[in-house]
């Protein structure tokens, strides 16, 4: 399949450092963001070595007999190990972590991997729907119809996460595939876009015809025009046809 791919980053207006990081790896169908948190600095750390450790295994992983959902399975395993043993071995990055979310693209299908807050999202014939369910307190709260949608907009937890790379020894990602169809758009991007940007708006900016590194640009731009309380990363792929 034919992919067409843009990304943005900006560190917000509230921080000092940006820890997003993101990977377009057109070679390998890999589209990857992660969202880094830890002291000093420490979560860049987390976000960068997440996203070096899931791009070299996807790249030992080319051309073997294997689903593309068990190669983001094991690329977020050894993603987590390398995060956990590099937490334990020095003190200064304890406690470091990193959200992910990934995709995986083949010949027919495509693999999606998640843990934590960044979201994908599917832009499929003028609808927006979302691909990933948050790892956090309040989106627990929200699944059990515990809260409200307008209680936790204003949680006091609401970016405390229930799961991420790097916290624990082991982690399980949240796994899926499907087939996409030409004209698809997928989206992902760290919370700093989905906490200040609604669904409509985002639709709006990937609708036919617009400038993918312009949408890309303009989404990110929108959060730091809405408060920018956090760093931003936007990821754009479409699916223009077959290869």
């Known amino acids: 399949m034919r992919l067409r791919s843009a990304a943005h980053t900006h560190v917000?207006?509230?921080?000092?450092?940006?820890?997003?990081?993101?990977?377009?790896?057109?070679?390998?169908g890999l589209f990857v963001v992660a969202d880094g948190m830890g002291g000093h600095r420490a979560g860049q750390v987390a976000s960068q070595l997440a996203v070096d450790a899931a791009t070299r295994t996807i790249e030992?992983?080319?051309?073997?007999?294997?689903?593309?959902?068990?190669?983001l399975r094991?690329?977020?395993?050894?993603?987590?190990?390398?995060?956990?043993?590099?937490?334990?071995?020095?003190?200064?990055?304890?406690?470091?972590?990193?959200?992910f979310v990934a995709m995986l693209f083949g010949e027919e299908r495509l693999a999606l991997a998640h843990v934590g807050d960044s979201r994908a999202y599917?832009?499929?014939?003028?609808?927006?729907?979302?691909?990933?369910?948050?790892?956090?307190?309040?989106?627990?709260?929200?699944?059990?119809?515990?809260?409200?949608?307008?209680?936790?907009?204003?949680?006091?937890?609401?970016?405390?996460?229930?799961?991420?790379?790097?916290?624990?020894p082991r982690i399980e990602p949240d796994l899926a595939e499907m087939t996409p169809q030409a004209g698809d758009v997928f989206v992902l991007c760290s919370d700093g876009l989905t906490t200040h940007v609604g669904d409509a708006e985002i639709a709006e900016q990937l609708g036919d015809g617009r400038d993918f590194d312009a949408a890309a640009v303009w989404l990110v731009e929108?959060?730091?025009?809405?408060?920018?309380?956090?760093?931003?990363?936007?990821?754009?792929?479409?699916?223009?046809?077959?290869?």
């Open 12 to 28: 917000g207006l509230r921080r000092q450092a940006n820890e997003d990081r993101h990977a377009i790896v057109r070679d390998l």
């Open 60 to 71: 030992t992983l080319a051309g073997a007999a294997v689903a593309p959902a068990e190669r």
């Open 74 to 99: 094991h690329a977020v395993s050894c993603a987590n190990r390398e995060i956990f043993q590099a937490a334990e071995a020095k003190a200064e990055l304890a406690g470091m972590g990193t959200t």
């Open 122 to 168: 599917l832009l499929r014939q003028g609808r927006l729907r979302g691909l990933t369910d948050d790892h956090s307190i309040v989106a627990e709260l929200l699944r059990r119809q515990a809260i409200s949608e307008a209680a936790a907009r204003a949680h006091p937890h609401r970016h405390v996460l229930t799961r991420a790379l790097g916290v624990r």
């Open 222 to 243: 929108a959060a730091n025009r809405a408060g920018g309380f956090d760093n931003v990363t936007v990821l754009l792929v479409a699916v223009d046809g077959d290869a």
